[in-house]
Each structure stands twice: as C-alpha cells, then as structure tokens.
C-alpha cells in the first residue's frame, strides 16, 4: 500500500477555542476552513491535521509531531502562551514533552536522538 497523503483527525467539542489552541500550536490560521465545524492545517509535505467538531469523540486523541529541537519548540510554544508537561527521556531514542488541548487530546512534541535513530 503506498499513502500518499495523511489525515488525522483531532475531535473536539468547543469548536473555536479549539481552534484557537491549534492556531497557537502551529502558529498560524488553518491553511483550509472546508465548514465551519472543521479546520485543516497543513503540517507536514504530505500531512494534514484536522479539529473537527464531534463531541461524542472529542479527548481521545494523541498525535505525536517529530522536530529537530524539542527545547526551541517549547521555547516558541511557550511565546504563544501554550505549555507542556514535563520533558521526558525515552531512553537512547529521544526526548518528549505532552501539550493537552482544551477537550484532553494529546500532542506529543518528540525529539529523536541519534541513539534512536
């Protein structure tokens, strides 16, 4: 099977606060607004993030993002005004620090060490 574009979905139940949240997090509007109870950003060459409205499934979600520095991420998260948890080891593999949005899904912020690579 070749993909050649992923989507995931972030269900939420306040609609705008999330979407403010996720405008904080990727630091810009939503690249697509198909209606007005779903936003989409363009996260990745062939990645897509989307909030959606669907309170039956809202705060069950984890997305993990991958980045170069995971201390220059938090450091500019932090300047929107979002925190994370606390910075956890995993091993030789890498880093990770937990942002929750305001329904309870999760977004890890991963580094990858060389040991883990």
Not at 31 to 55: F, K, L, Q, T
Request: proline share 3%; charged share 20%; no cysteine.
């Amino acid at each position: 099977m070749r993909i050649d574009v992923l989507f995931a979905a972030v269900p939420v139940t306040d609609f705008e606060a999330s979407r403010a949240w996720y405008q904080s997090l990727f630091g810009r509007a939503a690249d697509i607004v198909p209606n007005e109870h779903e936003v989409m950003w363009n996260v990745a060459s062939a990645g897509w993030v989307y909030v959606v409205r669907d309170a039956e499934h809202a705060g069950h979600t984890l997305i993990t993002v991958s980045v170069g520095d995971l201390d220059d991420a938090l450091a500019e998260l932090a300047a929107r005004g979002l925190r994370s948890g606390p910075i956890e080891i995993i091993g030789d593999a890498g880093r990770k620090a937990v942002l929750t949005d305001p329904d309870g899904n999760s977004v890890a912020i991963i580094e990858v060490t060389r040991g883990g690579a």
